[in-house]
């Protein structure tokens, strides 16, 4: 996967995530949305606002684990 494709589903789950319910529910879905899209298995201290509290943060985290950044 390239950096124009992570940036493509990202941006395809932010219209998903928008409609979350808690910041708790949103955290949860980022963290399954991640590893199953994107094989990247994460630790609990990885789920956390800091990394996936926006859109930019998201996918700023993913292209750093995947190498692409």
Do not use: P, W
């Not at 940036?7 to 949860?28: C, H, M, Q, S, V």
């Amino acid at each position: 996967m390239n950096k124009k494709q992570v940036k493509e589903r990202i941006a395809e789950f932010a219209r998903i995530y928008k409609t979350a319910g808690n910041d708790e529910t949103k955290l949860l879905l980022v963290a399954l949305f991640v590893e199953d899209v994107f094989g990247i298995v994460l630790s609990d201290d990885a789920v956390c606002k800091e990394n996936f509290g926006t859109h930019h943060a998201m996918e700023k985290f993913v292209l750093e684990k995947l190498h692409l950044e």
